[in-house]
């Protein structure tokens, strides 16, 4: 079974620009997470969601972030315009359904912001 | 809201030997569940085992077991007959077992690295 697909992988950008990050969960995997992760510190959910519709996004800087999983299967998060600070792993992770089964996540997308 | 704190940003242990993480929690539920995460450098978050907060019988899987005190609101982990492909960042979770709005976050520490030395 082919495990969740983010890319890009590495990603090195100029604060005030740009990127986004997409990610694949595994097939009928209703639903999909994005957790940051800075550097000496433990993930942290972004937005959770399920099918297409957002179910927890109560910590997403919105004014920066935005997110969409459009019919239900993959997922983009975007960062407009970056600082300093967005410098992190961004993991993506599926799962079959809320509380109904274990979190599989992706290698993450590291991005450096300078 | 809940917390999770792991003390130990390091351990080390030599291969075939015994070591234990550890964690501690802060909730006022009573119900909910607790994970232990391993993340290999560059590769993916795996999970390890995980423990429901309403039994009391302490979880194992093959070398890995916790000591559940909820009590004392610490959810250790044991290692048993380490091997060098155990060595990688460890992370305590908890998640809430009550269902609002189907968010189901996992809340996590800041991460134990683990170093297993032949």
């Known amino acids: 079974e082919a495990g969740v697909a983010q890319s890009p992988r590495y990603k090195i950008i100029e604060k005030r620009q740009s990127v986004a990050f997409w990610c694949n969960p595994i097939?009928?995997?209703?639903?999909l997470y994005w957790y940051q992760q800075i550097l000496g510190q433990g993930p942290k959910l972004l937005i959770q969601?399920?099918?297409?519709?957002?179910?927890?996004d109560s910590q997403l800087p919105k004014d920066r972030f935005s997110a969409e999983r459009l019919k239900g299967v993959d997922s983009t998060l975007k960062i407009q315009p970056a600082k300093l600070e967005d410098s992190a792993v961004y993991l993506c992770?599926?799962?079959?359904?809320?509380?109904?089964?274990?979190?599989?996540f992706g290698e993450g997308s590291r991005l450096t912001v300078l | 809201a809940q917390t999770v704190t792991q003390s130990q940003p390091e351990m080390s242990v030599q291969e075939a030997e015994t070591v234990t993480l550890s964690c501690t929690y802060d909730?006022?539920?009573?119900?909910?569940?607790l994970f232990w995460y391993k993340q290999p450098p560059s590769r993916q978050m795996i999970l390890v085992i995980r423990?429901?907060?309403?039994?009391?019988q302490n979880a194992t899987e093959n070398r890995f077991s916790v000591n559940f005190q909820k009590a004392a609101k610490s959810f250790s982990l044991k290692i048993s007959d380490s091997q060098l492909g155990d060595a990688a960042m460890y992370f305590c979770?908890?998640?809430?077992?009550?269902?609002?709005?189907?968010?189901?976050?996992?809340?996590f520490g800041t991460g134990t690295r683990l170093q297993v030395f032949p």
């Open positions: 992770a599926s799962s079959l359904g809320a509380y109904t089964g274990e979190l599989f």
């Open positions: 097939s009928g995997h209703a639903t």
């Open positions: 969601f399920q099918n297409n519709g957002v179910v927890d």
């Open positions: 909730t006022s539920e009573s119900d909910y569940y």
């Open positions: 423990q429901e907060a309403y039994k009391q």
């Open positions: 979770a908890y998640r809430s077992a009550f269902v609002v709005m189907f968010t189901d976050k996992l809340i």
